[in-house]
Structures are given as structure tokens and as C-alpha cells.
Nanobody
């Protein structure tokens, strides 16, 4: 059973930066592919970014490409989302997700676990 805990959310001004962290436990981290999703008020959860378990292949939604970077540190069992040039439309609860295997989330499979979410608010 994989447990995921996000941190790093908060309030930031337009153009600012934040780094989200997702700490995993309960399973060897190197076996997990991971991703970030977000849900804005009144909207469905959307894909943001993902990376395969080897960390070599990364994927982004068009809305964040060039501004956000997903990465992982297997030694720390942690996945990161560096968010730069933030915009008000990036305001949402951000969720970390993980799946066992060499997957491109969510296109190649559904997550096996979700974190509880961390709120990011970008003021204009």
C-alpha cells in the first residue's frame, strides 16, 4: 500500500514560484511512476505532469508546459513539481498520484494511490 503526502502549497503572487513535494512510503519508490494533477473550484481534476519510474520521460499538459517541471529523488522517496511564472488560473488543489510500473500517467494507466492534496492560490 502506497501512501503519498504532499506539501509546499500556499499563496503566491502572479509571476511567482512554488515547489510542491510529494513524499511516498509503503513501497519501494523506484517501482512507482508518478504524476501531479489539480482540481480548481467547480472543475474536474486535470492532469498536470507525470514521469515514468526511471524519471527519464516526463510529460506535461499544454497549460503548464515550459513553466512547470516535474522531477524525482528516489533516495528521498520524493516527487517534486517546480512551478514558475504562476498565473491566477493555476489556482487549485494539487494532488500527487502514483502507480506501480513503468507508466505514463494517466494515459497508460490509472493511479494506484493519491495524496490528500495541497492548495495553491495565485493572486492577481
Amino acid at each position: 500500500q502506497v501512501q503519498l503526502v504532499e506539501s509546499g502549497g500556499g499563496l503566491v503572487q502572479t509571476g511567482g514560484s512554488l515547489r510542491l513535494s510529494c513524499a511516498a512510503s509503503g513501497r519501494s519508490f523506484s517501482t512507482l511512476s508518478a504524476g501531479w494533477f489539480r482540481q480548481a473550484p467547480g472543475q474536474e481534476r486535470q492532469f498536470v505532469a507525470s514521469l515514468r519510474r526511471n524519471g527519464a520521460s516526463t510529460y506535461y499538459s499544454d497549460s503548464v508546459k515550459g513553466r512547470f517541471t516535474i522531477s524525482r529523488d528516489n533516495a528521498k522517496n520524493t516527487v517534486y513539481l517546480q512551478m514558475n511564472s504562476l498565473k491566477p488560473e493555476d489556482t487549485a488543489v494539487y494532488y500527487c498520484a502514483a502507480a506501480v510500473g513503468f507508466l505514463r500517467l494517466p494515459r497508460e494507466g490509472a493511479p494506484d494511490a493519491w495524496g490528500q492534496g495541497t492548495l495553491v492560490t495565485v493572486s492577481s
